[in-house]
Nanobody, 115 residues
Framework: QVQLVESGGGLVQPGGSLRLSCAASGRILSIVTMGWYRQAPGKQRELVAVITSGGSTNYADSVKGRFTISRNNAKNMVYLQMNSLRPEDTAVYYC?????????WGQGTQVTVSS
C-alpha cells in the first residue's frame, strides 16, 4: 500500500516562498505521473502542477511562472517550489497521482499566505 506524506507548509507573507515535499512509502512515484493539488476553504480541490515520470511539467495558469514541480525518483520524492506567493494561494496542498487515486490522498500540508 502506497502512502503519500506532504510537508513543508506554513505561514508566509505575500511575495514569500515555500518548498513543499511529498514522500512516498513505495516506489510508485518513479513510474506514474504525479501532481500537486490544492483545496482552499469553500472551494473544490484543483490540480496546480503536473510532472510525468520522464520529467515533463505542466501548470495551472494561476501558478504558471511562480511554481515549479520537480521529482527525485531515486528518493521517491516530489517537490513544489512556490515563489511570489499570493493570499489566493492559501490552501491545503496535496500530492497524488494524475489522475488522482482515492487511496493515495494524504493529510496534506497547510499553506497560509498573509501579512
Amino acid at each position: 500500500q502506497v502512502q503519500l506524506v506532504e510537508s513543508g507548509g506554513g505561514l508566509v507573507q505575500p511575495g514569500g516562498s515555500l518548498r513543499l515535499s511529498c514522500a512516498a512509502s513505495g516506489r510508485i512515484l518513479s513510474i506514474v505521473t504525479m501532481g500537486w493539488y490544492r483545496q482552499a476553504p469553500g472551494k473544490q480541490r484543483e490540480l496546480v502542477a503536473v510532472i510525468t515520470s520522464g520529467g515533463s511539467t505542466n501548470y495551472a495558469d494561476s501558478v504558471k511562472g511562480r511554481f515549479t514541480i520537480s521529482r527525485n525518483n531515486a528518493k521517491n520524492m516530489v517537490y513544489l517550489q512556490m515563489n511570489s506567493l499570493r493570499p489566493e494561494d492559501t490552501a491545503v496542498y496535496y500530492c497524488n497521482a494524475v489522475p488522482s487515486l482515492t487511496a493515495y490522498w494524504g493529510q496534506g500540508t497547510q499553506v497560509t499566505v498573509s501579512s
